[in-house]
């Protein structure tokens, strides 16, 4: 199994970016794959996740109207558009799957199979 995030940069304020989470080794179109994302200093926290055998997504208030989450079967990977970067978005990002639906469930211990390494994004002022 793999999770192999890309896509994290360093960014003005303002700005955009997109993370990707390139998947192996599991039957992606039935898991769930999650974002979250740990700044330092602080507990990490769950983000966003889009339940791909249904679609449905959820969104932390933190990122929601900012980020959008989607996944592309065909390639087992799944994205993270970020608009609207603050530098309070600046964490380390990591990507996750699981078999929990993808409600605020899936954030919790037991919500998670796999996690990827992580990428870094950092937002200046």
């Known amino acids: 199994v793999q999770l192999v995030e890309s896509g994290g940069d360093l960014v003005q304020a303002g700005g955009s970016l997109r993370l990707s989470c390139a998947t192996s080794g599991f039957p992606f179109e039935a898991y769930t794959i999650g974002w979250f994302r740990q700044a330092p200093g602080k507990e990490r926290e769950g983000i966003a996740c889009v339940g791909n055998s249904d679609g449905d997504k959820y969104y932390a208030d933190s990122v929601k109207g900012r980020f959008t989450i989607a996944s592309d079967i065909a390639k087992s990977t799944t994205y993270l558009q970020m608009s609207g970067l603050q530098p309070e978005d600046t964490a380390v990002y990591y990507c996750?799957?699981?078999?929990?639906?993808?409600?605020?469930?899936?954030?919790?211990?037991?919500?998670?199979?796999?996690w990827g390494q992580g990428t870094r994004v950092t937002v200046s002022s």
């Open positions: 996750a799957a699981g078999r929990e639906t993808a409600t605020l469930a899936f954030f919790d211990s037991y919500g998670v199979d796999h």
